[in-house]
């Protein structure tokens, strides 16, 4: 079975593989340039496989999907780094949940993040780790007015030099 991942990708992303260039109106980058040293860096995670804890939060809204599949859930979790792997669920229709259920550390690699702070390659992480649905609506619309300002807000709060995204 041949899957086609990169047909999930946020349309800001899709010209960068596909050698089309930028959408209309989409001409700027997504991202900004890291000044500041890794060493001296306070980071984050971000992961879009739907992760949640079983206990305490809800599922990311997989009926909502269901009933419209060009929809994807636009809230987040927050995952605390100190998250035993075995109190974490998976709520996302387009990935093996089994995978990720078995070692969490493939879609939020927390424990990874940890040992690159004791080996001194990164400053320090945050407390508390993001999770998201990555599976949006194509416009983006509650990630633009909601989703994104409130995970900013939160990122800032924890004073996170950076986020590394760790998609399913």
Same mark, same amino acid.
């Given at each position: 079975?041949?899957?086609?991942?990169? $047909?999930?990708?946020? $349309?800001?992303? $899709?010209?960068?593989?596909?050698?089309?260039?930028?959408?209309?109106?989409? +001409?700027?980058? *997504?991202?900004?340039?890291?000044?500041?040293?890794?060493? /001296?860096?306070? !980071?984050?995670?971000? %992961?879009?496989?739907?992760?949640? #804890?079983? @206990?305490?939060?809800?599922?990311?809204?997989?009926?909502?999907?269901?009933?419209?599949?060009?929809?994807?859930?636009? %809230?987040?979790? !927050?995952?605390?780094? +100190? %998250?035993?792997?075995?109190?974490?669920? *998976?709520?996302?229709?387009? !990935?093996?949940?089994?995978?990720?259920?078995?070692?969490?550390?493939?879609? =939020?690699?927390?424990?990874?993040?940890?040992? =690159?702070?004791?080996? @001194?390659?990164?400053?320090?992480?945050?407390?508390?780790? =993001?999770?998201?649905?990555?599976?949006? /609506?194509?416009?983006?619309?509650?990630?633009?007015?909601? %989703?994104?300002?409130?995970? =900013?807000?939160?990122?800032?709060?924890?004073?996170?030099?950076?986020? *590394? #995204?760790?998609?399913?």
């Amino acid at each position: 079975m041949q899957v086609d991942s990169y $047909r999930f990708l946020p $349309r800001s992303f $899709r010209p960068l593989y596909e050698g089309r260039g930028a959408f209309p109106g989409e +001409s700027e980058p *997504v991202w900004t340039p890291f000044a500041k040293r890794l060493a /001296d860096s306070r !980071i984050a995670l971000l %992961t879009s496989a739907g992760i949640h #804890l079983k @206990a305490g939060q809800p599922a990311f809204d997989l009926d909502g999907e269901r009933a419209r599949p060009e929809w994807g859930d636009p %809230t987040w979790r !927050i995952i605390a780094a +100190s %998250t035993e792997p075995d109190a974490i669920g *998976v709520a996302h229709l387009h !990935i093996n949940e089994d995978d990720l259920l078995a070692d969490p550390e493939i879609a =939020l690699p927390m424990r990874g993040l940890d040992q =690159l702070v004791a080996d @001194a390659v990164v400053g320090s992480a945050v407390g508390e780790h =993001l999770a998201v649905m990555g599976y949006q /609506d194509r416009g983006l619309d509650d990630w633009r007015r909601t %989703t994104a300002p409130a995970i =900013l807000e939160h990122l800032r709060a924890q004073e996170a030099d950076g986020l *590394v #995204l760790a998609p399913a």
